[in-house]
T-cell receptor, first 114, second 112 residues
């Protein structure tokens, strides 16, 4: 595709529910990142994929968060038992091969947990 | 704790004035990237600096990487209203190959 796309653009859910956020990276990009951005803050690293594998998941805040990229393209960020503190914009970025290449960000998914 | 600090948090300038934002790390960085995020938008890559003391220019924007690779700056000459947005630095620590630590950003407002 022309750029990184993310769906949904907005997600409102209730505390305790399960949500899935989808990222479709630029075609041919092997590196994919998930970030979380709270109001007035910079993006906070969550997880980095190289191909199908999670090369670095040290930014996931706890075991309620999980991400997959089964075929090395589309990725899904999964959040179980959502909490109000999970409310933020979740950004996905992809780069051609490695973390030293330009990161292209998607428009983000704004998650609101009521 | 926060790995990369960025100042100032906000900057209001008159169109035509210069603007500088600074990024500092207590740890040597292997490289640093700069991004711009317009209100309601997503971060857009501006540049990457890798070498100690490196200086790069993009039209009115000048980017510097410190000699010790612990600090960086972005300077905009003669700001325009199109420069409005939040500027973020993102540093990669040498011991962690993949992760970038973003600063909290400097929000620039330009009055016409």
């Amino acid at each position: 595709g022309a750029g990184v796309s993310q769906t949904p653009s907005n997600k409102v859910t209730e505390k305790g529910k399960y949500v899935e956020l989808r990222c479709d990276p630029i075609s041919g990009h092997t590196a994919l990142y998930w970030y979380r951005q709270s109001l007035g803050q910079g993006p906070e690293f969550l997880i980095y994929f190289q191909g199908t594998g999670a090369a670095d998941d040290s930014g996931l805040p706890n075991d309620r968060f999980f991400a997959v990229r089964p075929e090395g393209s589309v990725s899904t960020l999964k959040i179980q038992r959502t909490e109000r503190g999970d409310s933020a914009v979740y950004l996905c970025a992809s780069s051609f091969r490695t973390s030293t290449d330009t990161q292209y960000f998607g428009p983000g998914t704004r998650l609101t947990v009521l | 704790g926060q790995q990369v600090m960025q100042i100032p948090q906000y900057q209001h300038v008159q169109e035509g004035e210069d603007f500088t934002t600074y990024c500092n790390s207590s740890t040597t960085l292997s490289n640093i990237q700069w991004y711009k995020q317009r209100p309601g938008g997503h971060p857009v890559f501006l540049i990457q600096l890798v070498k100690s003391g490196e200086v790069k220019k993009q039209k009115r924007l000048t980017f510097q990487f410190g000699e010790a690779k612990k600090n960086s700056s972005l300077h905009i000459t003669a700001t325009q209203t199109t420069d409005v947005g939040t500027y973020f630095c993102a540093g990669r620590l040498g011991y962690n190959f993949n992760k970038f630590y973003f600063g909290s950003g400097t929000k620039l407002n330009v009055k016409p």
